[in-house]
């Protein structure tokens, strides 16, 4: 069973608007971590935002914030007032805390266009 | 601050030929360092990880290895490459924190 699903492969959105992007996860683990990367057209991947699965409040850094919802497992990226710059893939990816587990399992990505 | 290297940033190389990717980090001491391979429009597999020198752990089995000779040094390695080890190869380092960052990438296709 995927660990995690990104539902939308692509997606297109008007500039200035906000935009939400889908991820859910599987796991039995109490303890697991939730990351977004975003990968523009040059391939590097670039560390967006993570959420701790004992944290109280969502997390946010600038235009960035994670819609958490625990129970209906899911970790939904919201990306506040877009920019062309914003044009790119986006992963979701999930660490469990196994035991010396160092392995993050990443979703199939987004593709984000914005439209200016 | 941290900073990591790939290189060479593209490869083509023939079915059966030998293969060296390496990443080293700089900023950092004793980092995690992983290797993970994209497959064109496809997500990211964790191929090798590495908690210290000398020490590899290997997540999915194939003709790929890894080694570890310094603590900011990791090389990926092949023997023989095959058709389907073309994609796109990141190596990544975590210090303390859950998160792992990225290196620029080397874009490998195998012919």
């Given at each position: 069973a995927q660990k995690i699903t990104q539902t939308q492969p692509g997606m297109f959105v008007q500039e200035k608007e906000a935009v939400t992007l889908d991820c859910t996860y599987d796991t039995s683990d109490p303890s697991y971590g939730l990351f977004w990367y975003k990968q523009p057209s040059s391939g590097e991947m670039i560390f967006l935002i993570y959420q701790g699965s004992y944290d109280q409040q969502n997390a946010t850094e600038g235009r960035y914030s994670l819609n958490f919802q625990k129970a209906r497992k899911s970790a939904n990226l919201v990306i506040s007032?877009?920019?062309?710059?914003?044009s790119a893939m986006y992963f979701c990816a999930m660490r469990e805390a196994n035991f010396g587990n160092e392995k993050l399992t990443f979703g199939t990505g987004t593709r984000l266009t914005i439209i200016p | 601050s941290q900073t990591i290297h790939q290189w060479p940033a593209t490869l083509v190389q023939p079915v059966g030929s030998p293969l060296s990717l390496e990443c080293t980090v700089e900023g950092t001491s004793n980092p995690n360092l992983y290797w993970y391979r994209q497959a064109a429009g496809r997500g990211l597999q964790l191929l090798f990880y590495s908690v210290g020198i000398g020490q590899i752990s290997s997540e999915v089995p194939q003709n790929l290895s890894a080694s570890r000779p310094q603590d900011r040094q990791f090389i990926l390695s092949s023997k023989k490459l095959l058709l389907s080890d073309s994609g796109f190869y990141l190596c990544a380092w975590k210090r303390i924190h859950y998160e792992q960052y990225f290196g620029p990438g080397t874009r490998l296709t195998v012919t």
């Open positions: 007032a877009s920019q062309l710059g914003d | -």
